[in-house]
């Protein structure tokens, strides 16, 4: 059983970044991500990165704004986000696949980002 927690969201501007942080009680997975959900909206996929060789995917709205990174040793999983706007505003989760797991089988949860116009 993984736990995760995280941490890092708040209130911001336009244009404002923020980095946001996941911790893992364990590392027992394939693969960390970042999901999102608005409200009204469905859950959505924003980015992962794969523990071992750190192959990282974005979604194509956050593409070139977003970064997914890992620290192994602490095992946490970070998400900076630069360039917000308010279309960001979410609910953002982190989630991870279980070794040999096709799904995300652990997820926080959730940290609040809000993006003022």
């Known amino acids: 059983q993984v736990q995760l927690v995280e941490s890092g969201g708040g209130l911001v501007q336009t244009g404002d970044s923020l980095r946001l942080s996941c911790a893992a009680s364990e590392r027992l997975f394939s693969t960390a991500a970042w999901f999102r959900q608005a409200p009204g909206k469905e859950r959505e996929f924003v980015a992962a990165i794969s523990w071992i060789v750190r192959t990282t995917y974005y979604a194509d709205s956050v593409k070139g704004r977003f970064t997914i990174s890992r620290d192994s040793a602490n095992n946490m999983v970070d998400l900076q986000m630069d360039s917000l706007t308010p279309e960001d505003t979410a609910v953002y989760y982190c989630?991870?696949?279980?070794?040999?797991?096709?799904?995300?089988?652990?997820w926080g949860q959730g940290t609040q980002v809000t993006v003022s116009s």
């Open positions: 989630a991870v696949q279980s070794l040999g797991s096709a799904n995300y089988d652990y």
